[in-house]
């Protein structure tokens, strides 16, 4: 059973390993000091350099959050110019999902 949770623990990405499990696998590296003052990040980039993995790729690049903020504001502007313009009901909600899709992106960016 032992033998089977090791493997299972190789397949998965450095990621997705616990920080417990990230700190055993580095103590096994011989001459090695400061892991335990180390976070989690630390301890990943160590052991891509001592066992050779290279880093993924980043998905995307964030364009960041104040980039998404300001689209919001603009977005809010149009609609309410709209709105004094009374454009159609579907105009205000596509308007108003825009905004919202935006206002998500704020969350994840």
């Given at each position: 059973m032992g033998q089977k949770k090791e493997s299972q623990k190789k397949e998965k990405p450095l990621e997705d390993w616990t920080i417990k499990e990230l700190r055993e696998e580095a103590l096994k590296v011989?001459?090695?000091?400061?892991?335990h003052g180390m976070n989690k990040q630390e301890i990943i980039d160590f052991l891509r350099v001592e066992k050779g993995i290279?880093?993924?790729?980043?998905?995307k690049k964030s364009e960041g959050?104040?980039?998404?903020?300001?689209?919001?504001?603009?977005?809010?502007?149009?609609?309410?110019?709209e709105r004094v313009e009374e454009a159609t009901k579907k105009r205000l909600e596509i308007?108003?999902?825009k905004i919202s899709k935006m206002k998500k992106k704020t969350r994840i960016a």
């Open positions: 011989p001459n090695v000091q400061g892991i290279p880093a993924p790729e980043s998905k959050v104040r980039v998404f903020k300001k689209k919001v504001s603009e977005l809010r502007l149009k609609r309410d110019q308007l108003r999902r």
